[in-house]
């Protein structure tokens, strides 16, 4: 009798330790950022076999890809996730090399959101190594949100 009040006991607690609730200073930290910011945060990127287009899973990454096990031709997307403080338009580029040579770049405009997803496909035409580097543009000049790379096999 005394293991099953035990293992009830224990099958209740886990459950709500990993639930966790972020602490009020965190969460007034991420709300001031989004109503006070002045820069966007770059809280998710993603290689995605494909972007979800409706239901739950609109916008959302579907089926994460290995970044070192894309061949040519592989039909592959970066996934961004953004929070953008209130009232800013953000430029970000992207900037695709291969072989340490630029090979393709794009730009996009980002919206006030807690949550603004976005997303580029790959270049995946010719095989070899790729870097990916997303930067914020601010008075002409460019800071690095991120840097990734991937690999492109025959």
Known sequence: MKRIVLVSIFMLVVPAVCFAVPGAEATKEVLDHYWKGKVP?????KFCAEIGKDGANK???VG????????????????????????LTPSISILFSRNNRPERSAGVELKTSLKYRTWTELPTGKPGDYT???DQEVNDSFTTLKSLS?????
């Not at 945060?41 to 990127?45: D, G, P």
């Not at 991937?150 to 025959?154: I, K, L, N, S, W």
């Open 41 to 45: 945060v770059l809280v998710e990127s």
């Open 59 to 61: 916008n959302e990454c």
């Open 64 to 87: 994460d890809v290995d970044p070192a096990k894309i061949a040519q031709g592989d039909k592959v997307y970066l996934w961004l996730n953004f929070m953008v403080p209130q009232d």
């Open 132 to 134: 990916i580097q997303v």
């Open 150 to 154: 991937y690999t492109v096999g025959q």
